[in-house]
T-cell receptor, first 111, second 111 residues
Framework: DAGITQSPRHKVTETGTPVTLRCHQT?????MYWYRQDPGHGLRLIHY???????DKGEVSDGYSVSRSKTEDFLLTLESATSSQTSVYFC??????????FGPGTRLTVT | EDQVTQSPEALRLQEGESSSLNCSYT??????LFWYRQDPGKGPEFLFT???AGEEKEKERLKATLTKKESFLHITAPKPEDSATYLC????????????FGEGTQLTVNP
């Protein structure tokens, strides 16, 4: 998995609670991304980062925020989880603006 | 808006029976087309990047080709271990490092 870890790997939470997912890389890559994967939609970009403290929105960013205070860590926060945010979340990294390498994923269930 | 359509949604082959997967795309200025393999419960694994029409890349039993409107992933004499979901993604010149993914083709190779 190209030196990428995600934590936790599985989480069950209740509607309305805040949730933070962590992505950690050991490759020193500049770009980091958060995707969600759902049946019928494929992989969709939530937010991405092009450097420390530099982030931008993807196509499905509503309800999510991100932070990157160090090169190696990219955090995804659900401020108040909803059932529609039940999904599998993948972090990806890239050294340039081309191919991305994905982590193992986090399965999140919001009840 | 960038769009990626993959077909078929699912494909079942006998071991040794060659076939092709299709990825049709519309994008404003293609920078790159990417193929990934995804096994159940895992993150996508990078296979190929194609940059311009006419380009071809090979890896073991897989060969990816690119035209101005579509890409094909040819699988020659597949084995059961080639069973996976194959994802196609495009990167547009106007989208920075962001990728737009198709929904994938689920390939099953029976022994």
């Amino acid at each position: 998995d190209a030196g990428i870890t995600q934590s936790p790997r599985h989480k069950v939470t209740e509607t309305g609670t805040p949730v933070t997912l962590r992505c950690h890389q050991t490759e020193n890559h500049r770009y980091m991304y958060w995707y969600r994967q759902d049946p019928g939609h494929g992989l969709r970009l939530i937010h991405y980062s092009y450097g420390v403290k530099d982030t931008d929105k993807g196509e499905v960013s509503d309800g999510y925020s991100v932070s990157r205070s160090k090169t190696e860590d990219f955090l995804l926060t659900l401020e108040s989880a909803t059932s529609s945010q039940t999904s599998v979340y993948f972090c990806a990294i890239s050294a340039s603006t081309y191919e991305q390498y994905f982590g193992p994923g986090t399965r999140l269930t919001v009840t | 808006e960038d769009q990626v359509t993959q077909s078929p949604e699912a494909l079942r082959l006998q071991e040794g029976e060659s076939s092709s997967l299709n990825c049709s795309y519309t994008v404003s200025g293609l920078r790159g087309l990417f193929w990934y393999r995804q096994d159940p419960g895992k993150g996508p694994e990078f296979l190929f990047t194609l940059y311009s029409a006419g380009e071809e890349k090979e890896k073991e039993r897989l060969k990816a080709t690119l035209t101005k409107k579509e890409s094909f992933l040819h699988i020659t004499a597949p084995k059961p271990e080639d069973s996976a979901t194959y994802l196609c993604a495009v990167q547009a010149g106007t989208s920075g490092s962001r990728l737009t993914f198709g929904e994938g083709t689920q390939l099953t190779v029976n022994p």
